[in-house]
């Protein structure tokens, strides 16, 4: 049972032009979301974060966006650059449920120059 | 320098053999965590610890044992009860879960990750 959906595996964006990443989530009782980013043989690195208090947070190039009600988030990164070529995972955590991490499949992002 | 060390990076064993992965963080961490990935799967969830000599069963525990004796040290080890043990081992920790800021916000403590494992049994 995939709590956290990320249907798209791959996702090619062109140098500069904005990269949404989409993730979806069945567990109503999540309320904090986050975001991370990971290269090849490393380990995944923090990047942002939301709280379901909030709809949008923003972080430079980085912006979250959180609709409760679809049950959706997304990572849109603007202007897009080489180095964010890597994969980028959602995860969610529950309040309510030990605190633990559930991780989405991960979408490959990459940045076409 | 702070941060979360695994070792070995990469690791060879023969089917049969118990294995264990190191995992240490000198960041002061009360919760430690190991995940395990998988070619097109996302970061699946072992085992957790969220303070010393105490852990708890994750969503893939079978084939897997821990301990935590040190708040430092969360060391992993593959049985040869696991079926399918190739893979890459992540190791994480963080400050315990939720904390509550002066304005009555929960948030939740990222978890800082190590280089991780790749562990090929024969």
Known sequence: ?113 | DGGITQSPKYLFRKEGQNVTLSCEQNLNHDAMYWYRQDPGQGLRLIYYSQIVNDFQKGDIAEGYSVSREKKESFPLTVTSAQKNPTAFYLCASSSRGYSLNVRGIFSYNEQFFGPGTRLTVL
């Open chain 1, 1 to 113: 049972d995939q709590q956290v959906k990320q249907n798209s595996p791959s996702l090619s964006v062109q140098e500069g032009r904005i990269s949404i990443l989409n993730c979806d989530y069945t567990n109503s009782m999540f309320d904090y979301f986050l975001w991370y980013k990971k290269y090849p043989a490393e380990g995944p690195t923090f990047l942002i974060s939301i709280s379901s208090i909030k709809d949008k947070n923003e972080d430079g190039r980085f912006t979250v966006f959180l609709n409760k009600s679809a049950k959706h988030l997304s990572l849109h990164i603007v202007p897009s650059q080489p180095g964010d070529s890597a994969v980028y995972f959602c995860a969610a955590s529950a309040i309510q449920g030990a605190q633990k991490l559930v991780f989405g499949q991960g979408t490959r992002l990459t940045i076409n120059p």
